[in-house]
């Protein structure tokens, strides 16, 4: 078994990080101004029963999301030599995708993404977390790249290290490959206590993927938010506390911030796209030029 010694840089981490990460976990997503109680919101149990195919999702992503698969996604899409489109066109493509792993909604992506933007609009937020809003799935391009959706949606989780019992139906992750591995399996596995989540790979999506492709546009607290929005089981459960350093705290708290928009947003009417369209236009102009690559 791997031997993890900790230097003391990494213990003095260890204490920047404990003394914020209890205030930061106590922290809510915001005001659920939605009709819809906040207790439904990511009920998976419900879910077991009424909606079966989100279950079946979990069970494939969870076998299949090995460190080796991250490793070849990651270097397969990283090229960004896959297509060149705006962000609006990107957006439209999307309106054909269903989310299977959200148990929360069955809208298009393009009806999601306008109603999280506008919550986040409604509350005064700076403009670019309006647009972060907007464009946070578009990374789900991955589908219609050819990939399967349990490598595009879902909940992200650290691989190479011992997978947490919070993560969303971690019964499944028994059949992973990795389980079991005398390195993965263990706490730190490949890392080094504290060592920051730039150097730690997630589960592949559409979260790492976009991060990708908006990397030389976006404010660096824009680009947390897209690359660890789907991380429940750390921002949302305190999870994998012993992996942050203190920039992944402060960067934290913006997730916390934006994941009201994702997710009490959900229950909204579905928004006028025809209507906002020429706002969103001219906000996509501010950042992104006409074409980038994908």
Known sequence: MRVITTTP??????????????????????????????????????????????????????????????????????????????????????????????????????????????????????????????????????????????????????????????????????ANADYNDPVYSTKYGIYSPHCGLDQVHLSYGHDEYFYQVCKAYLPPQALYIIRHHSFYSCHTDGEYAWLLNAHDIEMMRWVKIFNQYDLYSKAEDEPNIISLKPYYKELIEEFFPDKIKW
């Not at 299977?100 to 609009?121: C, G, K, Y």
């Not at 989780?157 to 969303?168: H, R, T, Y």
């Open 9 to 174: 840089h990494q213990l003095s981490e260890a204490v920047k990080v404990a003394e914020a990460w209890e205030g930061y976990i106590k922290t809510k997503y915001g005001t659920n101004k939605s009709d819809k109680e906040t207790a439904a919101f990511r009920d998976y149990e419900a879910a077991d029963e009424e909606q079966p195919l989100v279950a079946a999702f979990y069970k494939e992503n969870h076998e299949k999301q090995t460190l080796e698969h991250v490793l070849q996604k990651k270097a397969l899409y990283g090229q960004l030599n896959h297509a060149e489109m705006g962000i609006w066109e990107a957006l439209e493509l999307l309106n054909t995708l269903v989310d299977e792993s959200d148990p929360d909604t069955q809208m298009s992506q393009i009806v999601h993404s306008l109603q999280s933007a506008e919550a986040a609009r409604k509350d005064g937020q700076p403009r670019w977390m309006i647009l972060t809003a907007l464009i946070h799935d578009l990374g789900k391009y991955l589908f219609f790249l050819g990939e399967p959706q349990w490598t595009v949606v879902g909940d992200t989780f650290p691989v190479g290290c011992q997978f947490s019992k919070k993560i969303v139906y971690s019964k499944y992750l028994k």
